[in-house]
C-alpha cells in the first residue's frame, strides 16, 4: 500500500511539472532604444523589457528569467551566426535651407560609403528631414531633394540605384522635438538605413 502511495504522489508531482513548450529570449535592439514584447498566455499578459529576458511558456502560462548576452550567445550560436547582418543607420546633417552636407557629415561620408559598400547586396533607404521653419510644402520637398542629393553620392562611388529608395518626411519626424519657425541643426538630415 505504502508502495502505490509513493507512485501516486510520484505520478503527481510529475504530472505538475511544467516543461515549456516555447521559448521567447528578447535580443538588444540595434539602435540601443527600449523594446519589449509582451506575451499573451492562458489569459495573462507577461511583459519582455529587458535584454536577454527569456519566458518559457507552457499550457499554464510563461515563466520569465533573466539572461545575459554571454549565456544567450552560446545557447543560440548557430541561430545568432544564421541571421542577416544587422542593419545599420548613418545620419548625416546639413546646411540651414540646402541640401548641402555640414563639414563633418562631408567627413563621415567616406567611411559610410565604405561601410555600404562591405555589405554583399544591400538594400538602403534613405530618408530626407528637415527642421521647422519653413512651411510643410516647403520642408517636404527639401527634405526629398537632401535624400536625392545622397542617394546621387552613394551610386556615385559604385551602389546601383535600383537598391537605393528616397523618402522625405520633411518635419514630421524631429530629432529634437522644437515649435514652429526653429532652427534646430540636428533635424536638419538624412538617416541611411541599411540592411
Not at 511544467?18 to 506575451?39: F, H, Y
Not at 546646411?95 to 565604405?114: F, G, W
Not at 556615385?156 to 529634437?176: S, T
Request: with cysteine; aromatic share 4%.
Amino acid at each position: 500500500m505504502a508502495m502505490l502511495i509513493w507512485i501516486a504522489c510520484l505520478l503527481a508531482a510529475v504530472s505538475q511539472q511544467r516543461t515549456p513548450t516555447e521559448q521567447i529570449t528578447l535580443l538588444p535592439s540595434q539602435d540601443g532604444k527600449a523594446s519589449a514584447v509582451v506575451i499573451t498566455t492562458a489569459g495573462v499578459d507577461t511583459v519582455l523589457d529587458q535584454p536577454y529576458q527569456t519566458a518559457a511558456i507552457d499550457s499554464k502560462g510563461a515563466t520569465v528569467s533573466a539572461g545575459n548576452g554571454a549565456d544567450i550567445g552560446s545557447r543560440y550560436a548557430s541561430t545568432l551566426t544564421a541571421m542577416p547582418q544587422r542593419a545599420a543607420v548613418f545620419t548625416l546633417y546639413f546646411v540651414t535651407d540646402t541640401d548641402a552636407l555640414v563639414p563633418e557629415s562631408a567627413a563621415r561620408l567616406a567611411d559610410i560609403k565604405a561601410q555600404l559598400a562591405s555589405r554583399p547586396a544591400p538594400e538602403i533607404i534613405v530618408i530626407g528631414h528637415t527642421d521647422t521653419v519653413a512651411k510643410q510644402v516647403y520642408n517636404d520637398e527639401l527634405s526629398l531633394r537632401r535624400a536625392a542629393t545622397v542617394k546621387q553620392m552613394l551610386v556615385e562611388v559604385g551602389i546601383e540605384a535600383d537598391r537605393i529608395a528616397v523618402q522625405g518626411r520633411g518635419k514630421r519626424e524631429l530629432l529634437v522635438p522644437t515649435a514652429d519657425g526653429v532652427d534646430e541643426p540636428r533635424n536638419r538630415r538624412v538617416e541611411i538605413r541599411v540592411r
